[in-house]
C-alpha cells in the first residue's frame, strides 16, 4: 500500500540546472497537487490537476512547469533552479475536490538551490 | 487576495496544559477548512469544518468554526509532548484548491 510516492527526497541544485521531481500514486485518484513550504511558512500551491492530460496553476506556478499524461503520475519540473525555489516540495492526491476528501501526501523532497 | 492567517505563530507549553489555536480567513465562495497536524514530514489530516458540520472532536482534540467570525480554533486539551508539532489551517475557496496558513508551531515540554 504504497500511497503518493515522491523522488528523490533530497536533492542540492547549482544555480541553473534543471531537475524533475517525481510524484506517483497508486490510489487511482484523478486530483493530484504539488506544493512547496518555506522554512516556517505554510504551504503554497504551485500547480494541481484533475485529471490526466488537464492541468492549472496553483498560487506560486513561476519557474516551474508540470505534465500529466497518465492518471499514476505527475512530475514537477524545473527548468532554471534559483536559490528562491530551495524549499520542501510535497505532491499529494485526492479523489476529488480536497473538500470530499482529505488529501494523501507524499513525504516530501527536500532541494537546496546554491 | 484569499488569505488564511495563524495565530500564534509560535506556543511553548508544559504538559498538561490546554491550548487554542486560531485561524482565521478571508476567501470568497468559502467551501471548507480543514486542520493539519505536521510533525517531521508531511500533514496528516485532522479535520474537515463545512456549514453543515461546524464542530469536530477527536479524543483530546476539537475544533469548531465560526462561519459568522470567518474563524476557526483548535483546542488540544491535557496536551503531551507527541503533541508537539506544526498545525497548519487549510480552506478551500475555489473549486480544487486550498490555500494553507502559515502554521502554529507548538513545543510541549514535560
Known amino acids: 500500500n504504497a500511497g503518493v510516492t515522491q523522488t528523490p527526497k533530497f536533492r542540492i541544485l547549482k544555480i541553473g540546472q534543471s531537475m524533475t521531481l517525481q510524484c506517483t500514486q497508486d490510489m487511482n485518484h484523478n486530483y493530484m497537487y504539488w506544493y512547496r513550504q518555506d522554512p516556517g511558512m505554510g504551504l503554497k500551491l504551485i500547480y494541481y490537476s484533475v485529471g490526466a492530460g488537464i492541468t492549472d496553476k496553483g498560487e506560486v506556478p513561476n519557474g516551474y512547469n508540470v505534465s500529466r499524461s497518465t492518471t499514476e503520475d505527475f512530475p514537477l519540473r524545473l527548468e532554471l533552479a534559483a536559490p528562491s525555489q530551495t524549499s520542501v516540495y510535497f505532491c499529494a492526491s485526492s479523489w476529488t475536490s480536497a473538500t470530499n476528501e482529505k488529501l494523501f501526501f507524499g513525504s516530501g523532497t527536500q532541494l537546496s538551490v546554491l | 487576495e484569499d488569505k488564511v492567517v495563524q495565530s500564534p505563530l509560535s506556543l511553548v507549553v508544559h504538559e498538561g496544559d490546554t491550548v487554542t489555536l486560531n485561524c482565521s480567513y478571508e476567501v470568497t465562495n468559502f467551501r471548507s477548512l480543514l486542520w493539519y497536524k505536521q510533525e517531521k514530514k508531511a500533514p496528516t489530516f485532522l479535520f474537515m469544518l463545512?456549514?453543515?458540520?461546524i464542530e469536530k472532536k477527536s479524543g483530546r482534540l476539537s475544533s469548531i468554526l465560526d462561519k459568522k467570525e470567518l474563524s476557526s480554533i483548535l483546542n488540544i486539551t491535557a496536551t503531551q509532548t507527541g503533541d508537539s508539532a506544526i498545525y497548519l489551517c487549510?480552506?478551500?475557496?475555489?473549486?480544487?484548491?486550498?490555500?494553507f496558513g502559515t502554521g502554529t508551531r507548538l513545543q510541549v515540554f514535560p
Open positions: 487549510a480552506v478551500e475557496a475555489a473549486t480544487d484548491k486550498l490555500i
Open positions: 463545512t456549514s453543515s458540520g
